[in-house]
Every structure is written in C-alpha cells, then in structure tokens.
C-alpha cells in the first residue's frame, strides 16, 4: 500500500544536527512533491517547505530558511530533512506528507520526534 | 498568530451535529485557492478527510462534509460519535506581497460530550 515511513525519534544536544529520513513506497516517488510540516509539543501544524522530487529543487518557508535543508536520494524513494545548529525549539514532531495535484497533503509519514536538551 | 483562524475548541453530544469555521482572507480562501481539511487523533499523524473545499478521500464517511464561501470555510460533522474526538486543521494556499505557500489554521479540539 502506499505508505511514508519514517525514521525514529531522536534526542540530540544543542548546537548538533539531526538527518531524518522519510521513505516512500506503494507509488512513483518522483510523481508527487515531498513537503515537511512541523508541529511543537502542543502545538499546531506548521509547514516548513516541499522539495521537487522531479528536480530536487527544494523550497522553504519563512522561518524555515538556513539551518534546514530538504534533499533526496531517488535511487531509494526516500526524502531527507536535514537541521543543524540545533535549538531547544526546534524540539518537536516532523512530518513528511505527500502533496497532491489540488494542494491536499494526501500520505503522511508516521512523524518522527526530535528533541533537543543538553 | 496563523493566517486562517480556527475557534480552538467545540463540542457536541453524540448524534448532534457541529461545525468548525477555518476564516481567511483575500490573500487566500478569498483569493480562490482551495481548502483541505484534517483529522489528528491523539497521537497520530493527520489524516486528509476534506480537499478541495469539500471532497472526501475513499473510505472517509458522508459524516464528514466541507463547504467554502467568500474569505471562509466550514467542516460540518453530523451524527457525532465518540471516535470523532480529535484536533482538525484547515490548510490552503496564501499569496501576498511577504510571500507564498502552504498555510494551516491553528486547529480546532472537538471534544464529544
């Protein structure tokens, strides 16, 4: 069926970085756009940008910019969110999510927790 | 301070129906980008139960019905039961002088009474 599945939580220091890693299967992985959404402990949903799978070309919303970086590897259906310079707010769940022709986010991945504390 | 606004909670007794209003503005809803619905039980990714105004995906119940006017959208549930409690979210495209993409509402706790 088709289905993301990504990696597991991770528990990181501040000022480290962090490589999740979301993998497609049960489609054409280069038919449908990847995007990421964020969503704090308690919070709401946030997106945080989507990556051509086409291209590889990615985008990133405001806030988004800098520390964060989209990429994929093909070859293995798999879409990668990558943060460095880790801060205790980045601490939250992030999902990859599957984006159709009308916009909708139609799959989502299970979401993976990071959490960042010294 | 999200850019669709949602009222953080509503509630009904089971077999009532409720709404949950999703309100924008010309940059967006108003602008005719289309509005999808989700449903996030605890714990759980969210799930698409709305797009494009008002469709529903295969094997979400006619239960659940969405419907756009103007600068806002609603998702009606009717027939209320216990395993609709849940957060839904409204999500659509934003266009303005700032910038464009993806924006979602704050979210809406349906709490069955």
């Known amino acids: 069926q088709v289905q993301l599945v990504q990696s597991g939580s991770e528990l990181k220091k501040p000022g480290a970085s962090v490589k999740v890693s979301c993998k497609a299967s049960g489609y054409t992985f280069t038919s449908y756009a990847m995007n990421w959404v964020r969503q704090a402990p308690g919070q709401g949903l946030e997106w945080m940008g989507w990556i051509n799978t086409n291209t590889g070309n990615p985008t990133y919303a405001q806030g988004f910019t800098g520390r964060f970086v989209f990429s994929l590897d093909t070859s293995v259906s798999t879409a990668y969110l990558q943060i460095s310079s880790l801060k205790a707010e980045d601490t939250a769940v992030y999902y990859c999510?599957?984006?159709?022709?009308?916009?909708?986010?139609?799959?989502w991945g299970q979401g993976t927790m990071v959490t960042v504390s010294s | 301070q999200s850019v669709l606004t949602q009222p953080p909670s509503v509630s009904g007794a089971p077999g009532q129906r409720v709404t949950i209003s999703c309100t924008g503005s010309s940059s967006n809803i108003g602008a005719g980008y289309d509005v999808h619905w989700y449903q996030q039980l605890p714990g759980t990714a969210p799930k698409l139960l709305i797009y494009g105004n008002s469709n529903r995906p295969s094997g979400v119940p006619d239960r659940f019905s969405g419907s756009k006017s103007g600068t806002s959208a609603s998702l009606a549930i009717t027939g209320l039961q216990a395993e609709d409690e849940a957060d839904y979210y409204c999500?659509?495209?934003?266009?303005?002088?700032?910038?464009?993409?993806?924006?979602f509402g704050g979210g809406t706790k349906l709490t069955v009474l």
């Open positions: 999500q659509s495209y934003d266009s303005s002088l700032s910038g464009s993409g993806v924006v």
């Open positions: 999510d599957r984006s159709t022709s009308s916009g909708a986010f139609d799959i």
